[in-house]
């Protein structure tokens, strides 16, 4: 079982839509929870953090972490097509220097 | 542009064969990570340097080896390559290496084809 599962989709929506993506992980051990975006042939780059359980909320984006269910999500409100890009969780214990990436989902808004 | 350069951006070579991938981190960074990422298996860390020590090993394959060099840039050698090696390979840099207390910064990457 991979420590982390993220569905690789593909995701297609219309532009104005509210997306949900989602990770589910295995390993208790894992306090910090970030949400990677990779445009095409780029190198990804981080676009929210999380710190063990909660919400956090940056302009559209909404990081959602249920530690109980081991289950992170991530939530883009009046999605946008420069929103198109494959999203990554990545996720970190407490102790260590190793952070799990999910797969990642591939998101198209569509105008 | 995150300041990780990567060189070279593409590389093409047969198997058996052993390149070297070159790292160079955001200024101020002390800490350089290895990734690989391929369609099948996504992003997977294979190892971390702190100031020119070896710090954390991931999936890292016993064919491929790394060092960070006292300049702080890092160089990955892949050797006897495989068809299965072919991949994206990225770096990232973050500023001390505390884990997931600190935010890497990803290079373009490598992009690497055996043939």
């Known amino acids: 079982q991979k420590e982390v599962e993220q569905d690789p989709g593909p995701l297609s929506v219309p532009e104005g839509a509210i997306v949900s993506l989602n990770c589910t992980y295995s390993n208790s051990a894992f306090q910090y929870f970030m949400w990677y975006r990779q445009y095409s042939r780029k190198g990804p780059e981080l676009l929210m953090y999380?710190?063990?359980?909660g919400n956090k909320e940056d302009g559209r984006f909404t990081a959602q972490v249920d530690k109980s269910s081991k289950y992170i999500s991530l939530f883009i409100r009046d999605s946008q097509p420069s929103d198109s890009a494959t999203y990554l969780c990545?996720?970190?214990?407490?102790?260590?220097?190793?952070?799990?990436f999910g797969t990642g989902t591939s998101l198209t808004v569509i105008p | 542009d995150s300041g990780v350069t990567q060189t070279p951006k593409h590389l093409i070579t047969a198997t058996g064969q052993r390149v070297t991938l070159r790292c160079s981190p955001r200024?101020?960074?002390?800490?350089v990570y290895w990734y690989q990422q391929s369609l099948d298996q996504g992003l997977q860390f294979l190892i971390h340097?702190?100031?020119?020590?070896?710090?954390a090993k991931g999936n890292i394959l016993e064919r491929f080896s790394a060092q960070q060099f006292p300049d702080l840039h890092s160089e990955l050698n892949l050797s006897s390559l495989e068809l299965g090696d072919s991949a994206l390979y990225f770096c990232?840099?973050?500023?001390?290496?505390?884990?997931?207390?600190?935010?890497?910064?990803f290079g373009p990457g490598t992009r690497l084809l055996v043939l």
């Open positions: 200024s101020g960074d002390l800490s």
């Open positions: 340097y702190y100031n020119g020590e070896e710090r």
């Open positions: 990232a840099s973050s500023v001390a290496g505390r884990g997931g207390l600190e935010t890497q910064y």
């Open positions: 990545a996720m970190s214990a407490s102790t260590g220097n190793q952070f799990y």
């Open positions: 999380t710190y063990s359980s």
